[in-house]
């Protein structure tokens, strides 16, 4: 069992009690038939996390990109030679590279073991839970059993993530698309406790906000100063900003408490506590970390149920970035 104080057991403990989601998905699949995935895939993330930090909030983001369009079938992972693949749509285009390679190096490292058993799907998931835990977060127990999926187009991809500019509305409309509700939608926002942003997706924010003001009013006055500074109008495009101004390196609840001083960065963060509607949760989350932590596992465990690929709908993938023959 993963080592981990009072916080962490709760968590464990309130998450088991989810037990086993659809007939499709159980905690331990592989117990028999390769017993050591989860520890293998775990020391290659704890490599690759040795190497850069960016694997964690890039592994995190690849699974929810993943799930949102058409399920969690590792259809993202796809490469095609015709360019015209979920990862080469538009809003997949800044997923950073060392997500696609934990989970290649991941699922290299489970074939020499146990070939032909785990699928890319599933070593994402179990990656993905490893980057949280690993970083700070809650440990839960990752239900498996996914197929990879047959499909990956980036036709697909249009309409089915969240973007920075979404109002509450919008974002829980689009979680709800996927059988998450708006507190799902609440925990799920708080993985902007790690990662980083590019200034194009906010710069409106401090600019061009609307007719009547230059800036957004919701924004801390000495952030919007500091991020100006980050972000001038004549910025170079790839420069990236941190989600989380104070623990940028620790996933912990810090978000929540940035949203309630007015430093979301984006405005679908900013929305979360400028809504009356979520206002209170986000407010519950930056006093209580713990309830934070039991909340982002049970909406990753749900995460995780969409759309599954079982029998004819999908195969178990040699190689995560192509079809097999």
Known sequence: MEKMGAAGALVFMLVTMY??????LVQNFYSSSCPLVESIVKQVVVT???QTFVTVPAT?????????VKGCDASIMIQSPKGDAEKDAPDNLSLAGDGFDTVIK???????VCPGVVSCADVLAIAARDVVSLSGGPFFNVELGRLDGLVSLASNVPGNLPQPNFSLNLLSWI???????EADMVALS????????????????????????TMDPTLNPAYAQQLMSQCPLTVDPTIAVQLDPVTSLT??????????DGKGLLTSDQTLFSSRRSRQMVRDFAAN???FFVAFASAMIKLGRLQVKTGSQGEIRSNCAAFNA
């Open 60 to 68: 995190l983001r690849l699974f929810f990109h993943d799930c949102f």
């Open 251 to 260: 996933f912990d609840n810090v978000y929540y408490k940035n949203l309630v």
């Open 175 to 181: 979680f709800r698309k996927n059988n998450l509700t």
């Open 106 to 112: 991941a699922k290299q490292a489970v074939e020499a």
């Open 289 to 291: 970390q713990t309830k």
């Open 48 to 50: 690759k996390m040795s």
């Open 19 to 24: 037990g086993i989601a659809d007939a499709q």
């Open 190 to 213: 708080g993985a902007h406790t790690l990662g980083f942003s590019h200034c194009s997706k906010f710069s409106s924010r401090l600019y061009n906000f609307s007719s009547s003001r």
